[in-house]
């Protein structure tokens, strides 16, 4: 169920940050960051 919810969250913090510039960029990478899945926070760590 975890994996899941991973794999759905990559793609939508992709969007996210490439749509907004400001507020919600951050509060995404804090997100993924508690979840693991992005260390570094950065656009590519998400990508990649």
Known sequence: MQ???RRRDAPCACLKWQ???GAIDV???RYINGHGLVVNGTAPGILT
């Open 27 to 29: 509060v995404v990478w």
């Open 19 to 21: 749509c907004s510039g």
């Open 3 to 5: 994996d899941r919810l």
